[in-house]
Structures are given as structure tokens and as C-alpha cells.
């Protein structure tokens, strides 16, 4: 079997096993690609979907907007060679000299830091925490204030030390969010709910 | 707190959470790590150790070893710094143009092709399987030929064709591995082992 037969016949058999699921047809794709990844159903029970998100997503894929992520491995993740066709670009500033520095200076954590270092380019992006609640929770802190207006907000950081409580805050924002409940998550799941919307965004319409 | 600080606190409520697990002291570190990176406590039930695994992944990465992944997420998972120290390095062919040919020539997964490619540079390295069961399957067919003599596998594909009959496959050898039983794994709960593995590495002795 070829990769591309390989994902249909891991999706079939998601479909089967999942059953009566309960998601809308272009919510599905999304919550599948998060079981694909981790061959974990209890995404079923824990994903959390802003009814604006899928449309949000894919208008900012479309629209070529930048994609900021926390995490190498969730930039790697997400297939940037798909992206192309629409002009967007994956970033991760965790390795930056600079954002290094910001941190240092300010006594915080990189993530954090390079969230207040590309809030005012984030109007109409995608910001994907995959790992940090603190980026999650600076955040939603500009949101907030009005200084920073992404399109859409993929919150899955994973972990044991304010992960749920940070996504637990996502859930009240009017700005568009995938997100879960509970301290699972991570920059696979998160680069797989892009990667479902670049799917989306690739073939609608 | 800061992020050592973080991991420390998450470590101790796993610690407490997983209570008497029955893992040997040197190998209770990877589970925990596995459990760290995706909050799921099932890796305790499902990780499959071999008694010499341990042993093998710090000698390996001792003598600055070469590790070979599946992935660029596994890739960029892994703490490529830590490793400096012992000079060992990180590899990943997957975007490899030669590989690409090779797989298209040959009628196999890119993935195959990349075991193919190093199955002489293995001696004493580290390969490790995040995602592709054809990797695992090539790997596990060219030790038991003889081809290749790998310190020790990291086999943790994840998904729902091939995956768990790779795992169980990997259980029949001789070679050292880490593996679990089933579905679950991935490229981030690979990177996962091999930091336990390289902060072991670090500190022990």
C-alpha cells in the first residue's frame, strides 16, 4: 500500500470505530486526523471546536496568512510544501537568538516571549500552541486587550502544569479556537488539526 | 516557575499518580517521559522494555553514535544540544531527494527506502521509529539477515495499519528495543525516549 492508501484505510477504519460520533461533517475531518495521529478516541469525548473555527482556518490558510507555532516539532509537522500554493509560511521563534534575549530580560518563559514578539503580526493568522501553556495563556491575555487579533487559536498544549486550566480559559474567548479538555494534546495533535484544515482548504469549493 | 521547574513539578504528579508501577529504577525515567509528552498513563501498561535496552541507548549515545529517525518531527524532538557534548547526531532522510528516488525506483515507502539507505552506518547507532510500520518491518527483516546491527531500536509507530503487528514483531529479537504494545506512539513520544535516554546518558556515572 502506498502512504496515500495507507491514511484512507486509517481513516475507514477511525469511521467505523468511532461510530455516532456527533461532529458536523467539516468538524469530523479535523477530530479524525487528531485520532490518526495518536490512535487515541478519547479526542472524541475531549475536542472543543469554535463553531467559526473551520471557516476561520481555512480563510486565513487561503489567504496565505503566517501560521506561528511553539514548538520545532509542530512546524515540522505541519506540511508547509501544501501550504506553498496559497503564499503562507510555518513559523517557530523558539530557537531565536533574540527571543532567547526577550526572555532573559523580562524573567519569562521563551514561549511567552515569542508570543509578545509576533502579536501585532498575527491579525487574520493562525497561532498553534502545542506545548506551552504559558504561550496559550499570553495569549489570550492580548486578546484580551485588543493588541492581537489571530483568525483562529489551535490550543492543545499537553501536560500536568496548567495545559487543562490554559485551554479551560481558551474556551471563553469569541475568537475562533480548536482546543480540548484536559491535559492532553501536544504539537502532534496540533499539527495534525492544521494539517486537516490545509486538507479542507485545498479541496473546498 | 521556570521551565525545569515546570518539568520537575510534572514528573512528581506523575510519579504520585502512577503509584506502584513495578518499572525498575532505570527504566521508569522513559515511561515517565512517554507519559510527560502525551499525558497518558496507558504507556504504563502498554511500554515494553528489553532488559538491555537502557544499557545499550547510553552506550550508544556515549560514543556519540549516530541516531536515525523516521521523522523531522522526531528529528527536531530530539535534544540535538545534549548530544553534542558525546558528538552524536540526528538524522533524518525522509526529505532526502535521493530517498525520494530510490522509494519511486524501487516501488516502496519512502521510509523503507531511508532504512535501506544507512542499514551499513547502523553499527552501534540508535534507530528510531516514530511513525512508519514499513520502516519498522524493513528494519526488523535486515537485523534478522544480519544486515545491520543497531545498539538499539526505538520502534513507536503509531496508527492503525501495521503498527501494533510491527511492534509485536519487534518484541522476537534479540536486538534491543523500546516498544509498546498496540496502536498508540508517534514521533513525540519517540523523541521522548531517546531524551530520557540522553538525560541518563548525562547523568549517570
Given at each position: 500500500m502506498k502512504?496515500?492508501?495507507i491514511e484512507q484505510k486509517s481513516f475507514a477504519i477511525i469511521d467505523e470505530e468511532a461510530g455516532d460520533h456527533g461532529y458536523p461533517a467539516d468538524h469530523w475531518p479535523i477530530v479524525r486526523r487528531m485520532i490518526h495521529t495518536t490512535a487515541d478516541f478519547?479526542?472524541?469525548q475531549?475536542?472543543?471546536?469554535?463553531?467559526?473555527?473551520?471557516?476561520?482556518g481555512i480563510g486565513a490558510i487561503r489567504s496565505g496568512s503566517a501560521i506561528f507555532t511553539d514548538t520545532n516539532m509542530a512546524r515540522v509537522g505541519i506540511r508547509q510544501n501544501q501550504l506553498e500554493?496559497?503564499?503562507g509560511q510555518v513559523h517557530c521563534l523558539m530557537a531565536d537568538?533574540?527571543?532567547?534575549?526577550?526572555?532573559?530580560?523580562k524573567g519569562i518563559t521563551r514561549a511567552k516571549a515569542a508570543?509578545?514578539?509576533?502579536?501585532d503580526q498575527l491579525d487574520n493568522g493562525i497561532y498553534v500552541v502545542g506545548n506551552a501553556p504559558t504561550a496559550l495563556l499570553r495569549l489570550i491575555e492580548?486578546?484580551?486587550q485588543g493588541r492581537t487579533r489571530p483568525a483562529l487559536v489551535v490550543g492543545l498544549p499537553v501536560g500536568f502544569v496548567n495545559a487543562a486550566e490554559s485551554k479551560a480559559e481558551l474556551l471563553h474567548l469569541d475568537t475562533p479556537y480548536?482546543?480540548?479538555v484536559g491535559r492532553k494534546g501536544g504539537s502532534n495533535v496540533a499539527a495534525a488539526v492544521v494539517n486537516a484544515l490545509i486538507v479542507q482548504a485545498r479541496s473546498d469549493g
Open positions: 502512504p496515500h492508501e478519547e479526542y472524541i475531549d475536542t472543543r471546536i469554535h463553531p467559526e473555527a473551520v471557516t476561520a500554493p496559497f503564499g537568538e533574540r527571543i532567547a534575549r526577550l526572555a532573559a530580560d508570543v509578545d514578539a509576533v502579536a492580548l486578546i484580551r480548536i482546543t480540548n
